[in-house]
């Protein structure tokens, strides 16, 4: 449930209000926008009289939210998030694009990935160290040596540095990672979740791969429901019967998400197509389509990667796409 209080409520009336709420055993999440105050109530609401707080002078609107997922919900919150990352804004009309590639491998190839990227105008770098391999005999990441390699490229360039974590015992190894990812395999781990909630984290979900929206939504949930409000979600392609690509990137879920939540949504076109040369043309797409951001894989050497080469950039057709998706922001402003 959500009350929309009336312009010109003073603190003081807004205190008593929540107090009152709180009586009634329910959390009250307030979202000062530009024009109004809303409260949203996060509980059992079944005992509120609506009739009655709608009669309260300070009290413009009640609404009742039949959606499941309630802090995520853009009804509590009119205004698109901003999420702020070590200095980075995305969202809210911040675009920025997260580059570097699927794993951290040594020292030269992050420290060169990330220069180049860079130097394209990526705001953010990936990499991943604790990696979700579909087969245990494939390279697992090199863990707490690839995130030291990943700080070290943030050192190197200032670039604020995005990694996945796959479990919460190793949430102290994330200390300085600037935004934690949870990966498509690891959406619904309710417990990795509920850990990053209790975290002061900025926290990336990318969507499961079978998953709905209002599932993601949810997985969501259980972040901000523990206290942590920065959550960034990614739509990332999910399994269709399609063949061709690696996943069917589903771009309605952009405006979709858009209209349910507050939250930042990017895209992720490497994963969703698998293939290098089909990254170009959604990532454009997804940019078109109102993403607040762009996660895409880049290589020094895609050849030579020891996970995901056939849908790694080099940092030439990076830097490419990077000019072709500024081309399209510029037309849409
Ligand atoms: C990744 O970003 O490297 C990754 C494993 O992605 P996803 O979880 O979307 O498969
Ligand atoms: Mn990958």
Redesign the pocket.
């Known amino acids: 449930m959500i009350a929309v209080l009336k312009q010109g409520t003073t603190l003081q009336q807004r205190q008593s209000l929540i107090e009152w709420f709180k009586t009634m055993g329910l959390d009250v999440h307030v979202s000062e926008g530009k024009y109004h105050v809303i409260l949203g109530l996060i509980g059992d609401t079944s005992r509120i009289d609506v009739e009655m707080l709608e009669s309260l002078s300070i009290v413009e609107s009640v609404k009742r939210i039949s959606e499941p997922f309630k802090n995520a919900n853009r009804k509590f919150h009119e205004e698109d998030s901003i999420i702020d990352i070590a200095g980075v804004k995305l969202g809210g009309g911040h675009f920025q694009i997260i580059a570097g590639p699927?794993s951290v491998e040594s020292r030269d190839q992050i420290i060169s990935v990330a220069k180049s990227v860079q130097a394209s105008g990526a705001t953010l770098l990936?990499g991943?160290a604790f990696?979700?391999r579909t087969s245990p005999y494939d390279f697992q990441g090199l863990k707490a040596d690839g995130l030291e390699l990943l700080l070290e490229a943030k050192r190197e360039t200032g670039l604020p540095i995005v990694s996945?974590i796959m479990s919460a015992e190793d949430l102290d190894l994330f200390a300085d990672v600037d935004v934690v990812?949870v990966?498509?395999?690891n959406m619904q781990n309710f417990d990795l979740l509920k850990a990053l909630g209790r975290t002061d984290k900025v926290v990336l979900i990318?969507r499961g791969l079978a998953n709905t929206l209002k599932e993601l939504l949810m997985s969501v949930e259980y972040v901000m429901a523990g206290g942590n409000e920065r959550v960034i979600l990614c739509e990332?392609g999910i399994r269709t019967f399609e063949t061709y690509t690696r996943n069917t990137l589903d771009l309605s879920a952009v405006p979709m998400l858009h209209e349910l939540t507050h939250l930042p949504i990017v895209v992720?076109p490497s994963?969703a197509t698998g293939i290098s040369r089909m990254v170009e043309p959604m990532a454009m797409a997804a940019a078109a389509c109102g993403a607040d951001g762009l996660?895409i894989e880049v290589h020094n050497d895609p050849m030579h990667a020891l996970c995901?080469g056939a849908q790694s950039l080099t940092p030439e057709q990076f830097d490419h796409v990077a000019k072709r998706v500024a081309k399209i922001r510029e037309a849409l402003q």
């Open positions: 699927c990936r991943g990696k979700p996945e990812q990966g498509a395999r990318k990332r992720d994963h996660m995901d």
